[in-house]
């Protein structure tokens, strides 16, 4: 399944059109000199400006800018504005003039990144470890990939012979470094987060030509979680999803420039797999950006932290490279899922900021980005992945012309013949027209997809007369010769639908069609609504609501519970109490707390269901309302936001997913403490065996020194802080050492609590 290039895909009014206009409106807010300056200030010129703060000046320095370059040559593709291809080629400009002042062929926004990966010529393991987070280091990979990337759009999107240049140039100086690396080392490195550099150099290879860009490519395939995908093995529990998702989208681009049919089957499987089994209804997945337990959702329901955007984002990309190496009916229908329900909601509709974390707690919300201030991974995804809605409307399969998704969009195709406009308001309205503007008669074949979640297109008629097509897969399929004005028509009923968690708990959401419904819970302490540019800025902070007295939905189909009001629009009725709410399109649905997962239960055990949510509230509400700060240790992005700091570490995940992380050292991390207002020091920890202890100190003063011996599992222990300890400084410096010769038990969890 081949698409089309973006520019030939113009969208015609509706919810994704608008969704392009307000996120060039975004993107436009941004200024290119404060993007560029970490890139000038790392090459040794004067920046022009100040850079932006946030993530963009505490070590992915460059990142955002990566993005943009990326989103300006999607936007200038989709909607044929000037403004965004001037703004990319002064960027390029600038871009080579920081490469040309180096004279290296390296040019990023990694702080100190020049030297950093100077460490690595010929530095062996030892160098390639401290590349990252051992070294103290914020992924630079990762953030270099946003380089690499960008330039890679500029010139695959809109010709850019000086962007093409300028990447080339870096991707000679990375093999010149890379060839002093043995595969150990290499290996090594690849332990830290580094987007999806074997995309790159694939990407790079079909651009070039050049066997070394494709050797590279294959040489990014991170061991660790290729081997296990191989074996069709989900060994996913408790990992970074969206440092893992990368590694996929590459495997596919990588197979697709060298024939490599394991990294092919390994993205393929990979895809299934977390799509089938990790793939909640908004199409997105992970809680705290992790691949929780297969088979407890609890997570998923009750933390605040749920699916990442940035996730969908890649889970499309590879949606879209599967399709065009190996099709099959299932990558459209998760396409429609995500750009419908997760894609589109995630970005504000009239001031345009991105959401990172989308929440599946009930009556929870989501927090959105402001231009000037947040910088954070899903708004670099989110400008992108808002300019591409056009990539997948439109297909061509084994020579047949592919409607795939039906949104309202005009196709430019001289190699069928002419052009093709499909008129809809669907889903609000089920009749879909097509009409194909030919320039003279022609034949073909034109392939109409028929979602999973259909009963099947109705009423089909080319010009008013009923007609008969073949039925194939996931499509209906129309051969005949076409004549220029001809209108094809069909209507495409909405099918209620109930859908569980992937569990099987007891918990359910509803679809009209391709939409998921949500309920509007009102917009009382939305704290953060519009995030600042602190670190956490990016989590719904708000207090959450409890489950006791959610109403509980009567286990039954979805047309026994739903009733129509008006298009898009339904009424949800309750067992438990009696009565009903509306129910509206989760894309909709902003400023406001939702809900969109509900819990059911059979007509005799409704008392039971009820009791097992209250019970769900006695101890969580209460801790997270006396909550100050906390970090899960062993994650990514809540050590990297508190600062974390450690020698000798090791991070373990047991067979839940869950993460702890010990030292043979000492480790700290800051904890947020802005009201001076905590007073005991709760600390998570697993013991797995043997003789272990460790010194815990806050703000440099002792707090306790421990010792344990044998097995004890995990377990929390809690500290009381001294009155004294109420004054001075916002950030609190919490460590933890080992014992001399000796470890820590892992640390799992800490909360400074009121």
């Known amino acids: 399944m081949k698409t089309f290039s973006l520019s030939q895909v113009t969208l015609l009014e509706g919810p994704f059109a608008r969704a392009v206009s307000t996120d060039l409106g ?75 002042a180096l004279g ?77 690396l043995d595969d150990e080392a290499f290996e090594a490195m ?87 089994n990790r793939t909640v209804a908004i199409g997105g997945n992970s809680v705290r950006e992790h691949f929780h337990a297969l088979g407890d959702f609890t997570p998923m329901i009750e933390d605040r932290e749920g699916p990442e955007t940035c996730n969908t984002y890649n889970m499309l990309k590879l949606a879209k490279a599967l399709a065009e190496t190996a099709f099959e009916p299932s990558l459209l229908d998760f396409a429609e899922r995500a750009v419908y329900n997760h894609q589109l909601a995630s970005q504000h509709p009239e001031r345009g900021g991105f959401v990172y974390f989308t929440p599946m707690r009930p009556r929870h919300y989501r927090v959105y980005s402001q231009a000037d201030l947040g910088m954070w991974c899903c708004v670099g995804t989110g400008i992108e992945a808002q300019a591409k809605y056009g990539e997948f409307v439109f297909g061509e399969h084994e020579g047949a012309l592919a409607v795939n998704l039906y949104i309202p969009a005009e196709l430019d195709a001289p190699e069928f013949g002419g052009r093709f406009r499909l008129e809809t308001a669907f889903p609000a309205d089920e009749h879909i027209g097509l009409t194909l503007d030919l320039d003279a008669p ?42 220029p004005g001809d209108l094809v028509a069909f209507r495409l009923p909405l099918r209620l639908r109930a859908e569980r968690l992937p569990d099987g708990s007891p918990w359910q959401a509803y679809f009209a069609g391709p939409v998921l419904l949500a309920s509007r819970d009102g917009a009382h302490h939305l704290d953060g609504l519009e995030a600042d540019d602190s670190r956490m800025g990016h989590v719904a902070r708000g207090p959450l609501l409890g489950f006791a007295d959610l109403p509980v939905v009567a286990d039954a189909p979805a047309e026994d519970v739903l009733t129509r009001e008006a298009p898009l629009r339904y009424r949800l009725a309750f067992a438990d109490p009696e009565g009903a709410v509306e129910l509206v399109p989760f894309h ?95 600390v998570g920890y697993r013991h797995a065996g043997g003789t272990t202890g460790v010194t815990v100190t806050l703000d440099g003063e002792p707090v306790a020194t421990e010792a344990w011996e044998g097995e004890h599992g995990a377990f929390e222990v809690d500290y009381v802080l001294p009155a004294e300890s109420g004054t001075g400084s916002a950030v609190r410096e919490l460590e933890f050492t080992a014992p001399a010769g000796g470890s820590t038990p892992g640390v799992t969890m800490v909360r400074l609590l009121r």
């Open 26 to 100: 975004y993107v436009l807010a941004l200024e290119p000199d404060r993007l560029l300056a970490p890139f000038l200030r790392e090459s040794g010129l004067e920046p022009r400006a100040a850079s932006y703060g946030n993530w963009e000046d505490s070590g992915l320095d460059g990142h955002i800018g990566g993005h943009c370059l990326s989103a300006l040559a999607l936007l200038a593709a989709a909607t044929g504005e000037a403004e965004p291809q001037r703004r990319l080629e002064y960027m390029v400009a600038e871009l080579a003039r920081a490469q040309d």
């Open 104 to 180: 290296t062929g390296y040019v990023g926004g990694v702080p100190g990144g020049a030297a950093l990966f100077e460490t690595l010529r010929g530095g062996g393991t030892a160098a390639a470890t401290a590349l990252g987070w051992a070294g103290g280091h914020w992924v630079p990979w990762y953030n270099l990939h946003k380089t690499f990337a960008g330039l890679i759009d500029a010139h695959r999107l809109l010709g850019s012979v000086q962007a093409l240049e300028v990447v080339v140039r870096l991707a000679d100086w990375w093999l010149g470094v890379a060839a002093t």
């Open 190 to 276: 690849l332990d830290t987060e580094f987007g999806g550099m074997n995309e790159a150099f694939a990407d790079l290879a079909a651009i070039t030509g050049r066997r070394d860009h494709a050797d590279m490519a294959r040489r990014f395939s991170h061991r660790a979680i290729l081997d296990p995908l191989l074996e069709r093995r989900d060994g996913l529990t408790g990992l970074h999803a969206n440092t893992q998702i990368p590694k996929a989208v590459g495997y596919a681009a990588t197979a697709a420039v060298r024939g490599d049919k394991d990294l092919l089957e390994a993205a393929r499987y990979f895809w299934h797999e977390v799509v089938a």
């Open 442 to 483: 022609r034949a073909f074949a034109l392939r109409l997809r028929v979602p999973d979640w259909s009963d099947g297109l109705e009423g089909l008629t080319v010009n008013g007369h009923p007609v008969e097509a073949a039925s194939i897969p996931g499509a209906l399929v129309l051969e005949r010769e076409w004549q």
């Open 588 to 682: 909709e649905v902003h400023d406001t707390r939702y809900t969109v997962y509900w819990p059911v239960a059979d007509a005799d055990r409704v008392a039971e269901r009820r009791a097992a949510l209250l019970a769900a509230d006695s101890e969580s509400l209460t801790l997270d309302a006396t909550t100050v700060d906390k970090v899960a240790f062993g994650e990514q992005q809540p050590e990297s936001d508190h600062g974390f700091r450690g020698e000798a570490t090791e991070v373990s995940v047991d067979a839940q997913g869950r993460r702890s992380r010990a030292t043979a050292a000492r480790m700290s991390v800051g904890l947020n403490d802005p009201g001076r207002a905590g007073r005991v020091l709760r």
